[in-house]
């Protein structure tokens, strides 16, 4: 059996007037938040993908499905939280993160830091093992046009 693995994650969301916004765990003040039947956190989702698919867990609409009712505007944290816990379960532990979120509005790189220190503990990792970036499309696509975020993550697991 192999000491690492490695999983990949994808998400998107589609940006919403008057919602509040969520990235990484934290609220950040914008006109549109994303639509979805969580609190809609498309890094942390793309991060739970992540994880799951490196632990060959399946993935978080598995666990998580949008059809149960005790997952309605559910804080995604609490969704990481658990990921984290059935990683755990299955003889795992997270190495590192490596994510880029996708967006043309806001400005996410002011708010990375606190992503970080947000995110790592629930990870049981320190915040330098939590890399964050962004960018944009150029103003190509659904993203370009503001209609979504999108979000990508690796993930690391070392055998425990």
């Known amino acids: 059996m192999s000491k690492f693995r490695i999983g990949f994650g994808f998400d998107v969301h589609q940006l919403e007037a008057g919602r509040p916004l969520f990235l990484g765990g934290v609220a950040i003040t914008h006109t549109h938040g994303l639509l979805g039947h969580s609190d809609a956190d498309v890094l942390i989702h793309a991060i739970c ?36 816990f059935l990683v755990e379960q299955n003889g795992w532990r997270v190495g590192n993160i490596d994510a880029t979120i996708c967006a043309e509005q806001p ?38 046009r ?4 999108s979000a990508y993550a690796v993930a690391l697991l070392e055998r425990v």
């Open 49 to 84: 993908d992540a994880l799951l698919g490196a632990a060959n867990l399946r993935d978080i609409g598995h666990h998580f499905p949008p059809s149960d009712p005790q997952y309605k505007g559910i804080d995604s944290k609490k969704l990481l939280a658990h990921t984290v």
């Open 107 to 144: 400005k996410i790189n002011p708010h990375i830091p606190a992503m970080q220190q947000t995110l790592a503990p629930l990870m049981h990792v320190e915040t330098a093992d939590v890399s964050i970036k962004a960018t944009t499309t150029e103003h190509l696509g659904f993203t370009g």
């Open 146 to 149: 503001e209609e979504g975020m």
